[in-house]
């Protein structure tokens, strides 16, 4: 059973930097892509960055972009995600996912088969 949860989320001002973390248990075997997305209360969920499973490969959304950096570590079964010169509008659950199949678009949220049940980032003004 695979299972993936999320952390390091919480209330920073804006400005300041978060660093999320997401860990895997069970089998990652078929695991082809690990991707970060958030929503906001009221909005549809958005993608933010994506990884391949052997790390080489790295996908940013333009929400985010320039000011995220999405890492992977295997031997520990762990996706980062740090987040830099955070704005209010950045305030959302974030959630990891995984894509098991190789085909498909990295940035829809329809080609992630297993979810983790997300962490809260609220960033005040």
């Known amino acids: 059973q695979v299972q993936l949860v999320e952390s390091g989320g919480g209330l920073v001002q804006a400005g300041g930097s978060l660093r999320l973390s997401c860990a895997v248990s069970?089998?990652?075997?078929?695991?082809?892509?690990m991707g970060w997305f958030r929503q906001a209360p009221g909005k549809e969920r958005q993608f933010v960055a994506a990884i391949n499973w052997s790390g080489d490969n790295l996908y940013y959304g333009d929400s985010m972009k320039g000011r995220v950096t999405i890492s992977g570590d295997n031997a520990q079964k762990m996706v980062l995600l740090q987040m830099n010169s955070l704005k209010p509008d950045d305030t959302a659950l974030y959630y990891c996912?995984?894509?098991?199949?190789?085909?498909?678009?990295?940035?829809?949220?329809?080609?992630?088969?297993?979810w983790g049940r997300g962490t809260q980032v609220t960033v005040s003004s």
């Open positions: 996912a995984v894509k098991t199949r190789s085909s498909g678009s990295y940035n829809s949220q329809d080609q992630y088969f297993y």
């Open positions: 069970g089998r990652t075997f078929g695991f082809y892509v």
